[in-house]
C-alpha cells in the first residue's frame, strides 16, 4: 500500500527537478510500484542513475542534525544498481532545499525505530539508518 499524498508527490517533484537542474539532466518517474522515485537521464536521454527522495516534511535544512532512511529502501537502492548497472542517488527534501548523495557514499548508524503503525501498513517499525547531514552534499531551493 501506498502512503504518498499529492504533497509528497510535489515535494519530490521539486526535489528532482532541482538536482537535474543543476546538473543539466533531465528525469523521468519511475513505474507505479518501482522501488525507487526517478530514473535520470543524460542529454542522450540515457539512464545515468536511479533517484530516491525520502521527504523531511516541515523542516529546514539544519533543524535536525540528522537524516533517516529505511535499511529496507537502502536494499532496494542496492538491488537497482545491481539490477540496471547505474547509481542511486539518495535525497533527503526539505522546505529550503535538499541533502543528497550516492548510495555507496553514504555512512551511518543503524537502530529499530519508526512511527506510530498505520492501518495496512508492515514497515511503519523498522531498521532506520541514521546519516549525519554534514556529510551529505546540499543544494538550496
Known sequence: ????????????????????????????????WSSIDYQVLDKQ???ICG??????VNQRIGDKDIVLVSM????????FQTTHRKPLIMC???TDGI????????????ALGGRKP????????ELLTYIKQKKLKKLLF
Open 45 to 47: 536521454l540515457d539512464i
Open 72 to 79: 529496507r529502501k537502502l536494499v532496494d537502492g542496492q538491488q
Open 51 to 56: 533517484f530516491e527522495v525520502k521527504g523531511c
Open 92 to 94: 533527503w527534501s526539505f
Open 1 to 32: 500500500m501506498k502512503f504518498e499524498t499529492i504533497n509528497d508527490v510535489r515535494r519530490q517533484e521539486l526535489a528532482v527537478r532541482s538536482f537535474c537542474n543543476k546538473y543539466d539532466f533531465s528525469y523521468v518517474p519511475a513505474e507505479q
Open 118 to 125: 498505520r492501518a495496512g501498513s508492515t514497515h511503519d517499525i
Open 99 to 110: 541533502l543528497y548523495e550516492r548510495l555507496n557514499n553514504l555512512a551511518g548508524n543503524f
